[in-house]
């Protein structure tokens, strides 16, 4: 690599609150860790929201032109706007002038352009989308993969996943042996369709993940699994589904505990308890989530992004550059596609 | 019906807390809801658990031969065990001894059974599990069927659940005009997978049902949508997983709340109010999953259901009696055939 800081390109014009809070979030990045951003998008607007003299070093503005819009087809948008925002901060990756690409704009965008621009690793099929869940257990947290990338999934592509999975839980994660569960209806082998059944039985036989068995519904957050497998389609019900839950709680908290006098009294003294307790349920700031299986580290972050969540992605990002998550991924499938052949 | 009052058959048998609590639920729901208890098990056992002098009217005991293991393979063990109690109590059932079944015990065992003793109803092909979920507006709930009985499900068995969904909701529920969502990752109609796109599809066409689009995994909760349909697997998930959430958070509750001296007091001011919202999160007050689409009112209770599930699972096996569910799913579907021919 060029330099010696981490570099990271950054789709300044994705998310709702862009381009200002996706800056704000860059630049504290850059003071509290030391990466290089290079922000994609319009030079004006960028600039328009960088605070007044703000130092240069380690920041470059790259022009782009034009994002693609959440209510846009992706694939077709990102042909069709190959100097949009997304595709520029790609091209970064690509050309070896950026380590990673963060986005908080359309996420199937992101993914069609890192698919496009990136290709895939050798070995790996379909490339998945892996979330950051808190669990039970404060110190622990449970990596879920495919979060929305393929509504469909062959029992190949999850193994697949498990085998990034392990890499990213072990080497970003920092979990020494990570468990891999495999999303299910029940704990015994023989639960689940017939794809459920055979991806149970290639994990089984995987010595390249430590597969712990199914996990239900109500495993994933119990802290027993370190990564658990899935498609898209459930794991992005399940991510959507997780996201409100906290919310909807918070409001029946605030809806509930008030009522009556009695109920203003009480909450009044409780103040700072129902503070803590709201702390610890608000879903914790992961950033954003991991785009594995493509030749690049991407983070594509919620459409409602603001400055913490941005920082918090970019820290993944470096994490995933420092530890070189790519390589191992492309060693680990190196060997598996030795022995399949 | 040969009885003035609903007669319902107990499995008094199943369930992690059987036979004590199953039959002090039983006994409460014929006290306040007026019901008649045909409790279905080993008589030894259930007389060991009445009260002293209990009065036997509108209570009968129906012997039966041992019960269904949890971690028996259901089909197997229901064929296996033609006496065991979940059998004798749909036999009952079966025989218009009574209007409908609850059982706490293996819920795979309690399907076989329903399905082998009492069958499908005419025009569904697959029945499906439906359970009721708390929304964000407190008078509001939400049927999600199917949580469980197919893990694989083509279009038409979706819409079938859908027809049957809203019959439940308007007449057992009482919603009105009962908006139907079709469980999806995203709201456009075409989004997910080719099976999504077509049951949604299916579902604009269908006039029996108010389809209302996709539901995104954060809309499950919104009280939006008044029933979702999605597939046993992914129903399965979401359900498990949202019973440990509710638990979870109640135990982060439950921890932060009481925390020091004002905690204590602020806790015991807020008792309602905490006890309220208690009801709000917990799944017991539903009592259990409706088996919607064979021919016989089925309740099943989860497995460590206590008194009040049992009590309400009851009532909801009452509620669907008196509001002729099964009537009128069969007059739907009877319209449906119609349709196709």
Redesign the interface.
């Known amino acids: 690599m060029g330099s010696t800081c981490v570099r990271i390109a950054i789709d300044a014009m994705g998310g709702d609150l862009a381009p200002k809070e996706i800056v704000t979030g860059a630049l504290r990045a850059r003071e509290e860790l030391g990466v290089e951003i290079l922000l994609v998008g319009d030079p004006e607007q960028i600039e328009s929201v960088l605070p007044p003299k703000t130092n240069m070093a380690l920041l470059e503005i790259v022009p782009s032109e034009g994002a693609v819009g959440m209510e846009e087809e992706p694939l077709t948008a990102v042909r069709r706007k190959p100097k949009s925002s997304i595709n520029v901060a790609m091209d970064l990756v690509k050309q070896k002038r950026a380590d990673a690409v963060f986005s908080a704009g359309h996420s199937g965008a992101a993914m069609a352009s890192a698919l496009l621009r990136l290709g895939r690793l050798p070995g790996i099929d379909r490339p998945a989308i892996g979330a950051v869940f808190p669990t ?1 257990i404060a110190s622990k947290q449970v990596l879920i993969l495919d979060v ?1 990338a393929n ?2 999934c062959r029992p190949k592509f999850l193994e697949q996943f498990a085998v990034m999975g392990s890499v990213y839980s072990q080497y970003v994660l920092g979990v020494n042996e990570p468990k891999v569960g495999l ?1 299910n ?1 029940g704990e015994e082998d023989s639960k ?2 017939d794809a ?1 059944v055979r991806t149970n039985q290639m994990l089984r036989d995987n010595n390249r993940v430590i597969f712990a068995g199914n996990a ?7 802290g027993d699994f370190d990564v658990i497998v ?1 498609d ?3 794991g ?10 906290g919310e ?2 918070l ?3 605030r ?6 006098l ?2 203003q ?3 009044a ?2 103040k ?3 503070k ?2 709201k702390q ?2 608000d879903h914790a700031e992961h950033g954003g989530a991991l785009l594995l299986g493509v030749d690049g580290i991407c983070i594509i972050g919620h459409g409602s992004s603001q400055a913490p969540s941005v920082f918090n992605a970019i820290r993944m990002a470096k994490e995933a550059v420092d530890n070189q998550v790519l390589q191992r991924i492309q060693s680990q499938d190196q060997s598996l596609q030795r022995e399949s052949s």
């Open positions: 039970m929305g509504v469909d999303l209806i689940g369709n459920a239900e519904g109500r495993d994933v957050l119990s899935c898209g389609f459930v992005n019900v399940l991510l959507k589904f997780a996201e409100a839950v909807i709680i409001q029946i908290i809806e509930e505990l008030p009522q009556g009695q109920g009294l009480g909450c003294i409780l700072p308890n129902l803590r307790l610890r349920m």
